[in-house]
């Protein structure tokens, strides 16, 4: 599986960015992705991870209610819209295949993209 995720810039605060993560592979449908971003001199953390059919989402408690993660299966990209924008949002996003499960940890995704670069000016 190869992942290309694009879709970042510079946005104020309070704006909003759709991140896009382009997959290749068979097996997109069945894979969760999701969703991590790493803010300088700090760990990559979680963001926010869909299921293979898209029934099923989880987000970290510092996006719920302003991220909202999507896929279309037919099109193997999965998606991150992103609203009311926070400085503290500025990081490095990547978007990742997971093993299965949902889970939030770094180690439970296989294949990652390059990342794409959100910076959110006050």
């Known amino acids: 599986v190869q992942l290309q995720a694009s879709g970042g810039g510079l946005v104020q605060a309070g704006g909003s960015l759709r991140l896009s993560c382009a997959a290749s592979g068979r097996t997109f449908s069945r894979s969760d992705m999701g969703w991590f971003r790493q803010a300088p001199g700090k760990d990559r953390d979680f963001v926010a991870v869909?299921?293979?059919?898209?029934?099923?989402?989880d987000y970290a408690g510092s996006v719920k209610g302003r991220f909202t993660i999507s896929r279309d299966n037919a099109k193997n990209t999965v998606y991150l819209e992103m609203s009311s924008l926070k400085p503290e949002d500025t990081a490095v996003y990547y978007c990742?295949?997971?093993?299965?499960?949902?889970?939030?940890?770094?180690?439970?995704?296989?294949?990652w993209g390059q990342g794409t670069l959100v910076t959110v000016s006050s």
């Open positions: 869909i299921s293979g059919s898209g029934r099923t989402t």
């Open positions: 990742a295949a997971g093993s299965g499960g949902m889970r939030r940890i770094v180690e439970a995704y296989n294949y």
